[in-house]
């Protein structure tokens, strides 16, 4: 009998282990009074980021258009195109508990409710920087300054841009005149594929400036990214030709954007979300119109927390 107990326990304890060592771990907020207010922290680890890049909608996107260069110097060839996964980390249990510390201490909003998702990253991928994929946030360090709290705020932006793409989408192009459409033509350049940006193949946003459309992108060469614009031709309402005069994005857009920083001046998701920070950080992005826009998408969200 004792024989059968022992087993049962080793059998138990396995069990155990595998879950704390496959699937993510669950930290639920419930400091506000209002349910709508609640958050929820996941930390995944490593051993499921495989499935998580083979089968997440965005991350397979992303990976089809993933340039070698990615990743960064440190990785030669194309080979983390495939192993992307392999550079993902599990968070130390001071991460955690900084990490949860952070997210709970952003301010009360909707926009900022529901189930926060985290992948830990090595610093060589996407060169050290945070990105959103699907509605995972991915970070390579942890820390309580100013500046990831904000960088918090900003990423979980590109979530939202996910989870309610026509709103953004139409107001870009009705407020800004953005246009999404298709691209025909070659690049005259290495383009440094953004996991916050569209990840659809060969599709862009595109900008009129004084009457002549625009494509912003970022781009690499010997490990320098630089934001620039390239001049397009409209093949059609939805299809534009690619040209050859090419600008800096911020010489473009800086008088429409004037509070948006220089360093996220280039894709319009990153400017709303830079700037939906700035509205939920400090209480206005400087722009009334997008503070209207986060005001109503506030409005619109009911039940932000998932099943488990």
Known sequence: MLKY???LVIIFISYILYQRNNY???????????PNYHRRVSYYTNNTAKHFFSTNKSAVLYLESVDKTTVGDKLPGN???NNYYQFIQNFTSREKRLLKKMVMALPKSKLLSGDW???????LLEYGMPFTLGNVIFMPDIDDSRHYKRTLVHEKMHVLQREYPASFNHFLEKTYKFRLVKRVGHLPFTVFSNPDG?????????FPIDGK?????????????????????????????????????????ASRFPTCPINHLYHPYEIMAELGMKYIIEGTSGDSRIDDFYLKLNNTIICPISNI
């Open 5 to 7: 107990l022992v087993i």
């Open 24 to 34: 993510p771990n669950y930290e639920l907020f419930t400091g506000h009074n209002y």
């Open 79 to 81: 080979n983390q195109i």
């Open 117 to 123: 998702n985290f992948y830990k990253t090595n610093r």
């Open 198 to 206: 569209l990840q659809l193949p060969n599709a862009s946003w595109i």
């Open 213 to 253: 459309w625009y494509c912003p992108f970022l781009t690499i060469k010997q490990g320098q990214l630089s934001k620039i614009a390239i001049r397009v031709n409209l093949v059609n309402e939805r299809t534009v030709a690619i040209g050859d005069h090419m600008t800096p994005v911020s010489d473009l857009l």
